[in-house]
């Protein structure tokens, strides 16, 4: 599995982002996810959607801030892991960072 965090914006090579997400789905074989933090109005939904693997809707998961980010990474472990979930992340020692 392959977790893609990010605001939906490419910013490296940017044509090449969704050519570059279909070679590692279908060569590599890799689930691809995305973790998008931040609020909705500032996420670019349709390319998440477009570089995540299929079903595209379950595979983009959203934080809308780093306080909710531990509640979406059980998800996504709860998703990828048989439901076998811990605390992730220490949120005030990540919220210090920002």
């Known amino acids: 599995m392959v977790l893609l965090i ?8 940017a044509a090449e982002t969704i050519p570059e997400a279909v070679r590692l789905k279908n060569t590599d074989r890799a689930v691809l996810k995305a973790l998008a933090i931040g609020p ?9 959607l477009s570089v995540v693997s ?9 934080s809308p801030s ?3 980010l531990d509640d979406v990474a059980a998800q996504l472990v709860n998703a990828t892991c048989n439901g076998q979930t811990s605390r992730l992340l220490d949120i005030d ?5 920002y």
């Open 6 to 13: 990010s605001e939906g914006e490419a910013n490296i090579a």
């Open 40 to 48: 909705s109005l500032f996420v670019n939904f349709d390319l998440l």
């Open 54 to 62: 299929r079903p595209s809707q379950r595979n983009v998961l959203h």
């Open 66 to 68: 780093f306080r909710e």
């Open 93 to 97: 020692s990540l919220e210090r960072l």
